[in-house]
């Protein structure tokens, strides 16, 4: 995806620059230069600029949110199998849908429709698990590159304690976790990077993980899994580890805790756990909604961050029954107040403090800060633009006269969704607009840049359904283990289509 040349945006601004703190640049000129924030400048300084985009009373911009853990193969049944513990759960549900992936038709169909709805709903970065198999997250690759999200991407991997016919080999794990990396970095694509996924310890060996560490220490990767999430998996490493004290001792002696490691949940991490991935420079996904659903415990956020930890927001799909970060954003507030019910903790966290998760928290998870986050000059311009106009039945909320900007913003944090989102840019370029996603050539885009367009959704081909039922253990022991979260704590036509207002000057 080619940056866009030299634009600018003339309106009010929100990020989180820190913890806590919301800040609003109001009327001011935001220069774009290939991909790049190249100046920001008070709106009576615009005759500096030769031409920009108004915002209409009632838009803002928001830094594009960052996912820090996703399922990609898990979206074909997110919102479903929410009546069995984990262990069933991996069981009955993930397993065959990941299997199902094979198809490569179907994966190429599914994988369009997920990056579109995570685009959909803001999400311009996302840190994606894939499947077991090579080809299927190939696809998964191809599909990111051409819809212009951004992404850090993993195959799975897992050598044990898997279904006969969703299992692979050690050798052949590590050959084929070697190659997804060369074909991801060889497109040099500078929005992907590659990520080595161990699945979580109960599936691998220890054989399996000191192999992918070396990968990932070779070519710099991310790495990715699950540690200390629930009651079940926590007692199945220590079954088959006696000798470690913790997850965070078995990652340790494998060498997957860097700088660049993103472990998910840690609802069960001891102080001394935590303290170790700082120091290792390891971050935490903390997934509040698919704790609710999977987990034995509450993730601490406030008490993490106190303790030096980095921390990223994740809708854990499918675990997490939504693909919006704005419904994370909202678990995540409600986590904290469970908490603090249950004394727990005495601090809560508010809409601001998760709106940080959600950006700065995930961009510092991914080693990212650098590049997104907020609006500051040299950083990458991933942006949403948000519309609060639409009231009645055609939005989400209702604005009242007499309500400010900021009021009109922590209505949409807390009541928005992706219908308030008309425009999302990654690089500098508009990846969205209205229903349409302009870099998908399957669509014809009108050259009308204010035209709201519906975009088709493809028709996805039959696959036949692997039913791995009959194998479920249903006992108590498969209540808690591998694909849920866990919470921290703390087409239209284009006449039904949003309208909003936009002009050049």
Same mark, same amino acid.
């Not at 007692?235 to 340790?252: G, I, K, L, Q, T």
């Not at 660049?260 to 700082?278: K, Q, Y």
């Not at 942006?383 to 209702?398: E, K, R, Y």
């Given at each position: 995806?080619?940056?866009?040349?030299?634009?600018? =945006?003339?309106?009010?601004?929100?990020?989180?620059?820190?913890?806590?703190?919301?800040?609003?640049?109001?009327?001011?000129?935001?220069? $774009?230069?290939?991909?790049?924030?190249?100046?920001?400048? #008070?709106?009576?300084?615009?005759?500096?600029?030769?031409?920009?985009?108004?915002?209409?009373?009632?838009?803002?911009?928001?830094?594009?949110?960052?996912?820090?853990?996703?399922?990609?193969?898990?979206?074909?049944?997110?919102?479903?199998?929410?009546?069995?513990?984990?262990?069933?759960?991996?069981?009955?549900?993930? =397993?065959?849908?990941?299997? #199902?992936?094979?198809?490569?038709?179907?994966?190429?169909?599914?994988?369009?429709?997920?990056?579109?709805?995570?685009?959909?709903?803001?999400?311009?970065?996302?840190?994606?698990?894939?499947?077991?198999?090579?080809?299927?997250?190939?696809?998964?690759?191809?599909?990111?590159?051409?819809?212009?999200?951004?992404?850090?991407?993993?195959?799975?991997?897992?050598?044990? +304690?898997?279904?006969? %016919?969703? $299992?692979?080999?050690?050798?052949?794990?590590?050959?084929?976790?070697?190659?997804?990396?060369?074909?991801?970095?060889?497109?040099?694509? #500078?929005?992907?990077?590659?990520?080595?996924?161990?699945?979580?310890?109960?599936?691998?060996?220890?054989?399996?993980?000191?192999?992918?560490?070396?990968?990932? *220490?070779?070519?710099?990767?991310?790495?990715?899994?699950? $540690?200390?999430?629930?009651?079940?998996?926590? &007692?199945?490493?220590?079954?088959?580890?006696?000798?470690?004290?913790? %997850?965070?001792?078995?990652?340790?002696?494998?060498?997957?805790?860097?700088?660049?490691?993103?472990?998910?949940?840690?609802?069960?991490?001891?102080?001394? %756990?935590?303290?170790?991935?700082?120091?290792?420079?390891?971050?935490?996904?903390?997934?509040?909604? *698919?704790?609710?659903?999977?987990?034995?415990?509450?993730?601490?956020?406030? +008490?993490?961050? #106190?303790?030096?930890?980095?921390?990223?927001?994740?809708?854990?799909?499918?675990?997490?029954?939504?693909?919006?970060?704005?419904?994370?954003?909202?678990?995540?507030?409600? &986590?904290?107040?469970?908490?603090?019910?249950?004394?727990?903790?005495?601090?809560?966290?508010?809409?601001?403090?998760?709106?940080?998760?959600?950006?700065?928290?995930?961009?510092?998870?991914?080693?990212?800060?650098?590049?997104?986050?907020?609006?500051?000059?040299?950083?990458?311009?991933?942006?949403?633009?948000? %519309?609060? &106009?639409?009231?009645?039945?055609?939005?989400?909320?209702?604005?009242?006269?007499?309500?400010?900007?900021?009021?009109?913003?922590?209505?949409?944090?807390?009541?928005?969704?992706?219908? &308030?989102?008309?425009?999302?840019?990654?690089?500098?370029?508009?990846?969205?607009?209205?229903?349409?996603?302009?870099?998908? *050539? *399957?669509?014809?885009?009108?050259?009308?840049?204010?035209?709201?367009?519906?975009?088709?959704?493809?028709?996805?081909?039959?696959?036949?359904?692997?039913?791995?039922?009959?194998?479920?253990?249903?006992?108590?022991?498969?209540?808690?283990?591998?694909?849920?979260?866990?919470?921290?704590?703390?087409?239209?036509?284009?006449?039904?289509?949003?309208?909003?207002?936009?002009?050049? +000057?």
């Amino acid at each position: 995806m080619a940056a866009a040349g030299s634009h600018a =945006f003339r309106g009010t601004f929100y990020h989180t620059p820190a913890y806590g703190q919301l800040e609003a640049l109001r009327d001011v000129v935001v220069v $774009i230069q290939d991909g790049r924030i190249a100046r920001i400048a #008070s709106g009576a300084e615009e005759e500096a600029v030769q031409s920009e985009f108004r915002l209409s009373e009632g838009q803002y911009f928001v830094p594009g949110f960052i996912d820090t853990h996703v399922h990609a193969p898990q979206y074909k049944f997110t919102g479903t199998g929410t009546d069995v513990p984990l262990m069933e759960w991996l069981r009955k549900y993930t =397993f065959p849908a990941e299997t #199902s992936f094979q198809d490569l038709d179907a994966a190429r169909q599914r994988y369009s429709l997920l990056v579109k709805r995570f685009l959909a709903n803001g999400t311009t970065t996302a840190m994606y698990y894939g499947s077991l198999h090579l080809q299927p997250n190939l696809v998964l690759v191809d599909s990111i590159e051409r819809l212009g999200q951004r992404a850090v991407v993993g195959k799975v991997n897992m050598d044990r +304690h898997s279904p006969d %016919d969703y $299992i692979e080999n050690t050798s052949d794990g590590l050959r084929d976790a070697e190659a997804f990396v060369t074909y991801t970095l060889d497109k040099k694509c #500078s929005r992907i990077q590659p990520c080595i996924t161990p699945r979580f310890i109960p599936t691998c060996t220890p054989e399996l993980m000191k192999g992918l560490a070396a990968i990932a *220490s070779k070519y710099g990767c991310h790495i990715q899994s699950h $540690i200390s999430e629930c009651c079940g998996e926590v &007692n199945c490493v220590r079954e088959m580890h006696p000798d470690y004290a913790s %997850d965070a001792a078995v990652f340790e002696e494998m060498g997957l805790l860097t700088s660049r490691t993103v472990m998910a949940h840690g609802t069960l991490l001891s102080d001394e %756990d935590i303290r170790h991935l700082a120091r290792r420079g390891t971050a935490v996904s903390h997934c509040p909604l *698919s704790n609710f659903f999977l987990g034995d415990a509450f993730f601490k956020v406030n +008490h993490a961050l #106190s303790l030096g930890l980095k921390v990223g927001l994740g809708t854990d799909v499918a675990g997490g029954i939504s693909p919006s970060m704005l419904s994370a954003q909202r678990m995540a507030v409600v &986590n904290s107040r469970c908490l603090r019910a249950h004394k727990l903790a005495k601090d809560v966290i508010t809409f601001k403090e998760a709106l940080w998760l959600a950006t700065v928290g995930g961009a510092q998870a991914l080693d990212m800060s650098d590049r997104v986050g907020t609006f500051e000059v040299g950083k990458e311009f991933d942006a949403l633009l948000v %519309d609060t &106009n639409l009231g009645g039945t055609s939005g989400p909320f209702d604005v009242f006269p007499g309500e400010d900007d900021d009021q009109r913003f922590e209505k949409f944090i807390n009541l928005g969704d992706d219908r &308030n989102l008309i425009e999302v840019y990654v690089q500098g370029v508009c990846v969205k607009r209205g229903d349409v996603f302009l870099l998908d *050539s *399957s669509v014809e885009v009108k050259e009308d840049a204010d035209l709201l367009m519906s975009a088709p959704t493809p028709v996805e081909p039959e696959a036949a359904y692997v039913d791995l039922a009959n194998r479920v253990d249903s006992s108590d022991e498969a209540a808690s283990m591998e694909g849920g979260d866990m919470a921290p704590d703390g087409a239209a036509a284009p006449e039904s289509a949003p309208v909003f207002k936009r002009f050049r +000057h």
